[in-house]
């Protein structure tokens, strides 16, 4: 019980610890906070542009949703046909793989002379930076699925299709919640990157603008939010995972 309370509590007592040295390393070394602002420097910015920080926050939020959800979508249906097939798997798989080595930054110039600049540029960014993830993890939970036990059900009289929905897929949820995991953060980096660029508001577009005068505190408290919501939504994704794939960590906790 001791041992399942400290695993809960150690990620507060890491921040709190971190917290504690970046603080006394500014205070100590007396680092201007226009070079580098201690923690109570961005909490004295946040607290003062908390309107400002939370009408960004909420348009960075809901289109990394919009675009973390056309992920979703995507990722799966590609990963349910890779995964199904093994031509499949062995025609698309390299394709996909060598579009993910893409920076998708890239793509950022180019999409805002499809869709301009606002929400759609960054939308597409997300989408492009996180539905690899999901799409690899479904596929490798389907395309890994034991020859023994699809024979056994073969011979039991299920057909492919029963194999892939009633077996391969609930198999294939313990990959997927932690493709989510991944995915949710790396679609707030899209996000963002994209607001740096292609955007007049969201938390990318603050940081640019912090930065240009000289608001570094400010400038990291659009950091901090961005951290705190892809910190959320992963833990959210967590709790829904241990609640529907129980079976997968029976005992992993176990103290």
Known sequence: ???????????????????LVWQMLCTGFKVSAFIFPSPADIAAALVEHSALVAGHAWRTFWVTMAGFGLSIVVGVLLGFLIGSSRVAYTAVYPLMTAFNALPKAAFVPILVVWFGIGAGPAILTAFLISFFPIMVNIATGLATLEPELEDVLRVLGA?????????GLPRS????YGS?????????VGTTVSEMTAANEGIGYLLISAGSSMQMGLAFAGLVVV????MLMYEFFSVVEKRTTGWAHRGSHNG
């Open 1 to 19: 019980m001791k041992q399942r309370r400290l695993e809960q509590a150690s990620p507060w007592i890491l921040l709190v610890f971190t917290l």
């Open 159 to 167: 057909r492919r299709w029963d194999v892939l929905m009633k077996v």
């Open 173 to 176: 949820l313990p990959y997927f």
């Open 180 to 188: 989510l995991k991944v995915a949710i953060t790396l679609a707030f």
């Open 227 to 230: 951290g705190a919501m892809a």
